[in-house]
């Protein structure tokens, strides 16, 4: 897992307006439909309009997406880690890359960040983004590169995440754009690959995990069997059925984020050898204890 963050505090200057409002947990609210009911979501992209909020950065611009890619883009993806609840992607797209956002400066996970710009819906979830215009660039500052990630936020089962709660009180609302963990886990379906997504079933349930584009996931096999895995609980609903209700999944950042867990087998075969080695050094004290 990258937990590097940047070796001194690069920002970019925040501009007039944006004073702190609700909570980043407010900010994410939705209707029956998945659609972002915050009244700033949408707003007029004025000063008034403006949001600031800080958090953690679980998802640096190195993890997910390529800066330099035909489509660039720059994003960031904050966690409130003053909660268990709460979490925004900041993005922006290539018409906003010469003269502004190619000035950002890289940002690592485990970074504290501020930013400040306006909100919108985008495929199941409220995001902080420009509007699709250089003018609106949202803008952030590195308040402290030297946090560290998180501890996980640790999902029950697939069965209490990959599902739509207006409410928020579970399902994939509840952890979305949070750092979580998921244990005992195994691929069903899909090619292994950096970029692609698979399917993981825990038994309970199954749900999209995506292998991030930047990661190393092409320098190891596919793990076998079952596993715990790390990520970031996104949701990128596109199907086009009228609500955003669906398609939630697990971005994971690289191949150190998935450890396999041993078989029950080997755990007892473990165990015995475990116990005979202690045997076996209790009988050489008692020997030496004799002489």
């Not at 715990?228 to 971005?251: A, I, P, S």
Request: with cysteine.
């Amino acid at each position: 897992m990258r937990t590097s963050v940047l070796a001194a505090a690069v920002s970019v200057v925040v501009l007039a307006g944006g004073a702190f409002g609700d909570a980043i947990w407010d900010y994410e609210a939705v209707d029956s439909l998945g659609y972002g009911t915050h009244p700033l979501v949408g707003a007029m992209p004025d000063d008034a309009n403006k949001v600031t909020i800080e958090g953690l950065v679980i998802g640096g611009t190195e993890d997910f997406v390529n800066r330099n890619a035909a489509f660039a883009m720059y994003s960031i993806w904050v966690q409130d880690d003053t909660t268990t609840k709460g979490g925004i992607q900041c993005w922006t797209g290539p018409w906003a890359k010469d003269g502004g956002w190619d000035a950002y400066p890289v940002i690592y996970g485990g970074a504290r960040v501020r930013v400040s710009g306006w909100l919108a819906n985008n495929a199941g979830k409220v995001f902080i983004n420009d509007r699709h215009s250089a003018a609106l660039l949202w803008t952030v500052d590195v308040l402290d590169c030297t946090v560290g990630m998180p501890a996980p936020q640790v999902i029950p089962s697939i069965s209490a995440c990959n599902y739509f709660d207006q409410t928020r009180s579970g399902g994939g609302e509840l952890y979305q754009t949070r750092w979580v963990e998921l244990n005992g886990v195994e691929i069903v379906s899909g090619t292994w690959g950096a970029g692609q997504p698979l399917t993981i079933s825990d038994g309970t349930g199954t749900l999209t995990m995506l292998l991030s584009q930047m990661g190393d996931f092409n320098s190891y096999s596919a793990p076998t069997g079952t596993f715990n895995v790390l990520g970031v609980f996104d949701q990128e609903d596109t199907n086009n059925d009228g609500d955003f209700q669906d398609m939630y999944r697990l971005w994971v950042k690289d191949f150190a984020d998935i450890t396999a867990v041993p078989e029950p087998g080997t755990i007892a075969l473990v165990g015995l050898a475990l116990a005979g080695g202690w045997l076996f050094r209790r009988r050489l004290a008692r020997k030496g204890g004799a002489r």
